[in-house]
C-alpha cells in the first residue's frame, strides 16, 4: 500500500510538472469605438482561467498549450470569441480587439410564427422587437410600462374592477392574442389582463407581430401577437444571481418600502451544467393605491398587492430541448370603502372589498431536431385561474373583520384551460418548407356567477408553405380548420404572407388573412350584478369574422458600420362582422350586456423610423388610425372617424462610464368612439371623444463594479392623471361616464439597484 502511495504522489508531481512545462501567455487589449475598455471579462471557454482587462484595456492571461476559445465580455456589447493556440513557454499576442455595442438592428433574431429562428430582415411577418435592454432601461414593473409608448398601441384603465386592456392596430381585448413563449395566456374576461401578471424581470424580449396570424395561432389573433419571450439562461455561465430593488412614488405620494408608492422586490437563481438547467424566481410588488380625487379611506386608484413565482427545469443537447416551468400569480387589489357609524354598535365602521387573483400556469416545451431538415416540437399548458370577491365589514374602533352577509358580496369564479399544440417542420428544399400542426383547446368555466359548468372546446389543423421563387420573392400561403364543440366554424381560414425585395435595401410585405372567433366563456355565461356593476352575460351572442389586409415597405436608407438608417411605411385593412363588445342591454336599459355590432371596421397608416449613429439610438414614429362601429344595418354613420399618435424613443450611451440617458414620448390623439345611449326616445347612437394627452419618461443608468446596475428616472413628465372623455354614463361596469378616463396618477420619481452575479 505504502508503494501505491509514493506511486500517486510521484505521478501528481509529474503531472503537475509536465501542466507547468505546457502553459503559455495570451496578451491583447480592448477597445471599443471611443477608446479603452476597464473591467471587461477576458476567459478561456470550458476552463476556470479568467480575469478583467485593465484601465488601459490591457490584459496578460496564462493558458494551457493547445488549441483555446478566447472570450471577452462587458454589458452593453456583443460577446468576441475567437479560436487562438497556445504554445508552451510562448507569449500570443492577439493585438487589439475592438467591442461592438449590443443594438437593436434589423438583424434582430425572431421566433414568433417562424419555421426557426430568423432575422427581422428575412420574416414575411411585420414583427418589432423590443429587447431586454430597452426593458431594462424604462425601470419598468410591469408590461403595460413597457409597451404604453410603442406605436399604435393604447391602454385604457377599469379602476372598478382592477384590469388594463390593450389595443393594436385599432382593435382590442380578445383580437390582441398574448402568447408566453409562444403559448396564450388565458384570460377571464374580453381584457387582455394576463399582460399585468407576468414578471417583467424574467423576460428576455418582446415580440409583436403586426396583422392576423389566425392560421398558426387560432382565433384570437386577429390584430396580432405579442409573444412574450423569457430569459433561458446565460452563455458560458455555471450559476447566476440576480436581485433587484426598485421604488417609485405613486404622483407625491410615497412611503419607504411599504405603503404608498410602488415597491418592486426580485430575487432570481438560474443553475446549468452540461445541458441541465434549473431556475426559481421571485417577485413582490407592491403598490399602495392612490388618492386621487377620492377622499377618506377610498382611493381612485386600488391598492394592489402582487406576489409573482417562477420555477423551471430544462435539459438541452445537439438535437433535443425541453423543459418545463411553472408560473404562479397571487393578487390582490383592495377596494377601500369610507367609514360610517354602525347603528349597532354606534362604532366607526367601513366595508372593504378585495378581489383576490391566484393564476397557476403549467407549461412543457420540447423540440427534436431529427436532422436539418426535419424537427418535431410540442407546447402544452393547464392554467387554473380564479378571481375571488370578498366582501369584510371592519369595526375601525374593535380593530374586528367580519365577512359581509350581503347577497352577491362573496364570489369566486374559476376558469381552466387545456392547451396542447404539436407543430412539423419540414425543409424539403432551399426554396421549399413546409409547417403543419394540430392543437386543441379546451375552456371550462364554473362560479356563482356563471351559468351553470360551461365547456368550450376547439381543435384546429393548421399548415403553412415557405416558398422561395428566388432570391427576391418569399411566399407563405396557409390555411387554418377548425372544430368547434359550440359554433359552426368556416370550414377553412386562409391566409398568405408575402416577401419582395424590391433592391438592396427595400423590401415590401403584403398579408391577407381570414379570422374567426368564437365567444368567451364569461361574454356567454357570466352574470354580475352589485352596487358597483351590472352586467349580464349574453347566450344568443354570434362568432365574429374577419378579413384583414395589411402591407408594409421597409427600406434601408443607409447602412454602414457606425450609421444605420432604416424607415418602414405600412397601411392596414380590417373588416370585422359581429364583433363582441359591450352595449346596453335592450330588454333592459340599466344593464350592459355583451352585444353583436354589425359592422366594424379598422384602417390606418404607420410610419416607423429608426437611427443608429454611434452611440445614439433614436426611433420616431407616427400613426394615423380610422375606426367604424355600426350597430346596426339601420344606422347612418361616417364611414371612419380618425386618431392620430407619435412616439419617439431616445438613447444614448456613454461607453467610458457604463451609463446611459433614455427618453420616450408619446403623443396619443384624441379617439372618437360610437356609444348606445339610452333616451326617452328609445336606444340612440352618439358620437363620443376622448381628448388628447401627451405622455413621457426620463430614465438614467449608470453600469458600476461589473455587476451592478443603478437605475434612476422620472416616469409621466407631463403628469398625466386624466383625460376628457364626453361618453355619457351608463350605468354598465364598462362605464366611461363622468368626463373622465383615467390613465395614469402622475408624475412620478424612481430609484432601483440591480445585482447580477454569476461563475463562469
Do not use: C
Amino acid at each position: 500500500m505504502r508503494f501505491l502511495y509514493l506511486f500517486l504522489l510521484i505521478y501528481s508531481i509529474a503531472i503537475t510538472a509536465h501542466s507547468q512545462e505546457r502553459l503559455g501567455k495570451v496578451e491583447g487589449k480592448v477597445i471599443d469605438n471611443n477608446g479603452a475598455v476597464a473591467g471587461a471579462s477576458v476567459l478561456l471557454k470550458n476552463t476556470r482561467l479568467g480575469q478583467l482587462t485593465q484601465s488601459n484595456g490591457s490584459f496578460s492571461l496564462n493558458a494551457p498549450a493547445g488549441k483555446q476559445t478566447l472570450v471577452i465580455q462587458f454589458i452593453g456589447y456583443q460577446v468576441f470569441e475567437k479560436e487562438i493556440e497556445v504554445k508552451s513557454d510562448a507569449t500570443l499576442t492577439i493585438g487589439t480587439i475592438t467591442l461592438s455595442e449590443k443594438s437593436n438592428d434589423l438583424q434582430d433574431v425572431v421566433v414568433t410564427g417562424q419555421f426557426g429562428p430568423q432575422s427581422v430582415r428575412n420574416s414575411v411577418y411585420q414583427v418589432r422587437t423590443i429587447t431586454n435592454e430597452q426593458i431594462k432601461l424604462r425601470g419598468a414593473t410591469n408590461i403595460q410600462t413597457v409597451l404604453s409608448t410603442e406605436l399604435g398601441m393604447r391602454f385604457s384603465n377599469d379602476l372598478t374592477l382592477g384590469t388594463t386592456d390593450v389595443q393594436l392596430m385599432g382593435m382590442s381585448g380578445q383580437n390582441v392574442k398574448v402568447l408566453l413563449d409562444g403559448v396564450p395566456l388565458v384570460d377571464r374576461g374580453s381584457t387582455r389582463e394576463s399582460i399585468g401578471q407576468i414578471d417583467v424581470n424574467i423576460i428576455d424580449r418582446i415580440e409583436i407581430v403586426e396583422g392576423p396570424m389566425s392560421v398558426t395561432y387560432g382565433s384570437d389573433a386577429l390584430a396580432g401577437v405579442i409573444n412574450i419571450i423569457t430569459k433561458k439562461g446565460e452563455d458560458n455561465t455555471n450559476w447566476t444571481l440576480t436581485a433587484r430593488v426598485q421604488e417609485e412614488t405613486a404622483g407625491d405620494e410615497y412611503e419607504t418600502f411599504q405603503g404608498e408608492g410602488t415597491h418592486n422586490e426580485f430575487l432570481g437563481l438560474a443553475w446549468q451544467k452540461r445541458g441541465l438547467q434549473l431556475t426559481g424566481n421571485f417577485t413582490r410588488n407592491f403598490f399602495g393605491g392612490w388618492q386621487g380625487l377620492s377622499t377618506g379611506r377610498a382611493k381612485e386608484w386600488m391598492p394592489k398587492e402582487q406576489y409573482l413565482t417562477t420555477a423551471g427545469i430544462s435539459y438541452r443537447t445537439s438535437k433535443f430541448n425541453g423543459w418545463y416551468r411553472f408560473n404562479g400569480t397571487n393578487e390582490t387589489l383592495k377596494s377601500l370603502g369610507n367609514t360610517y357609524t354602525n347603528t349597532q354598535t354606534n362604532n366607526l365602521a367601513a366595508t372593504d372589498q378585495y378581489y383576490i387573483t391566484n393564476r397557476l400556469f403549467h407549461q412543457v416545451q420540447g423540440e427534436y431536431q431529427f436532422n436539418q431538415k426535419n424537427s418535431l416540437t410540442l407546447a402544452a399548458s393547464y392554467t387554473d385561474y380564479s378571481r375571488k370577491t370578498q366582501t369584510t365589514d371592519i369595526d375601525l374602533v374593535r380593530n374586528r373583520r367580519t365577512l359581509s352577509l350581503i347577497d352577491g358580496s362573496q364570489d369566486k369564479a374559476i376558469f381552466q384551460t387545456t392547451f396542447v399544440r404539436v407543430t412539423g417542420q419540414h425543409k424539403f428544399s432551399p426554396k421549399v418548407s413546409l409547417q403543419h400542426g394540430l392543437d386543441a383547446n379546451i375552456n371550462s368555466s364554473a362560479g356563482a356567477r356563471i351559468q351553470g359548468t360551461p365547456t368550450i372546446s376547439e381543435f384546429a389543423y393548421f399548415a403553412s408553405s415557405e416558398l422561395k421563387l428566388n432570391s427576391n420573392i418569399n411566399i407563405r400561403p396557409g390555411l387554418r380548420f377548425i372544430k368547434n364543440s359550440v359554433y359552426d366554424a368556416p370550414p377553412v381560414i386562409p391566409s398568405i404572407n408575402t416577401k419582395f425585395t424590391l433592391a438592396k435595401g427595400l423590401d415590401l410585405r403584403m398579408a391577407y388573412a381570414r379570422g374567426f372567433r368564437s365567444p368567451a366563456l364569461r361574454e356567454l355565461y357570466f352574470t354580475f350584478f352589485d352596487s358597483n356593476h351590472s352586467i349580464r352575460g349574453n347566450t344568443n351572442l354570434k362568432a365574429e369574422n374577419s378579413n384583414s389586409f395589411n402591407a408594409f415597405f421597409s427600406y434601408q436608407i443607409i447602412e454602414k458600420p457606425k450609421v444605420r438608417l432604416n424607415s418602414t411605411l405600412g397601411g392596414f385593412y380590417n373588416v370585422f362582422n359581429n364583433l363582441i363588445s359591450i352595449g346596453v342591454d335592450p330588454n333592459d336599459t340599466k344593464v350592459s350586456t355583451y352585444i353583436n355590432v354589425d359592422m366594424y371596421k379598422t384602417t390606418g397608416t404607420t410610419w416607423n423610423n429608426t437611427l443608429y449613429w454611434e452611440n445614439l439610438q433614436a426611433s420616431l414614429g407616427y400613426s394615423y388610425i380610422g375606426r367604424y362601429n355600426r350597430l346596426s344595418e339601420s344606422e347612418s354613420l361616417p364611414e371612419f372617424i380618425w386618431s392620430s399618435e407619435v412616439n419617439t424613443n431616445i438613447r444614448y450611451t456613454f461607453p467610458k462610464i457604463a451609463a446611459s440617458i433614455s427618453f420616450f414620448y408619446k403623443y396619443t390623439g384624441k379617439q372618437p368612439s360610437y356609444q348606445s345611449v339610452n333616451t326617452e326616445s328609445g336606444i340612440l347612437t352618439r358620437l363620443a371623444e376622448t381628448s388628447s394627452f401627451h405622455t413621457s419618461d426620463l430614465t438614467f443608468n449608470k453600469v458600476f463594479y461589473k455587476n451592478f446596475s443603478l437605475m434612476a428616472g422620472v416616469k409621466n413628465l407631463f403628469n398625466v392623471t386624466r383625460v376628457n372623455n364626453t361618453a355619457t354614463d351608463t350605468g354598465g361596469t364598462h362605464s366611461s361616464g363622468g368626463g373622465a378616463v383615467p390613465m395614469s396618477y402622475g408624475r412620478s420619481y424612481f430609484l432601483g439597484l440591480t445585482a447580477q452575479l454569476s461563475k463562469h
